[in-house]
C-alpha cells in the first residue's frame, strides 16, 4: 500500500527523485506493486482513486456506446488500460486506439484517437495535469465526463501554452449537457446523446 506524505513531511526531505517509464513498467512486472492501481505521470508514482458507484456504472455502460460507432475491425476501446505517452504512462478511463486487438498485441499504444477521464474527486487533475499531458501527446479529442455538473467537457485543438502546467493545452474546450449530443472526431457521424454517457 503506497503511503502518502504531507507537504509538513516533505519539505524536510532531500530532492526526490523521478521514475522514468522503463523503471516503472519493470517494477511492475516484478509484481511489487501487487494490487495497488498505479499510474505514472511526469516521473510521480500516482495512486488512482476509488471509484464510486455512479463512475463505475460509467466505466461499464460508456465504452459499449462507444464500440457501436468504432468498427472493431479498425479500432478497441480500452478501459484503464495504460497507454505510453513519453516517460509517462497513465491509465485514462477510456481510450479509443487506431488499430484491432490482433494489431496490438504486445504492443503498448503510444497514441489515442479518443481519451475520456470520467472525473468526480479527480476534476482538477483531469482538466489541468491530465488535459496538458493529453494535448503535449497530441491528443486531438479529450473529454471528461464531468459526473458533479453532468455535463460532458470536450477539449480539442492541443497547442503549445505557457500557461498550462506542462506547456501544452487545449485552444477548444466546449460543454454539453445532457440534452445535447456529442460526436468523436475520429467518427463524426456516430452522435452520441451525452445522457447515455451519465448514470
Known sequence: ???TLSPEILKYLPAQRGWTR???ERIAELGLFA?????LIEGV??????QNEPHALIIYHAPRVLEKGF???RYMVRVQLPIALGESLPEPDIAVIAGNWRQLRGVRPTSAILIIEVSDSTLDTDRTIKASLYARAGIADYWIINLPERVV??????AEMADKPLGFGYRSAQVFNDTQSVAPLAASEFSIAVADLLP
Open 153 to 158: 467537457e470536450i477539449h480539442r485543438e492541443p
Open 35 to 39: 494490487d495497488e492501481k498505479l499510474e
Open 22 to 24: 522503463a523503471e516503472f
Open 1 to 3: 500500500m503506497a503511503t
Open 45 to 50: 508514482i500516482v495512486e488512482k482513486m476509488t
Open 71 to 73: 468498427d472493431e475491425a
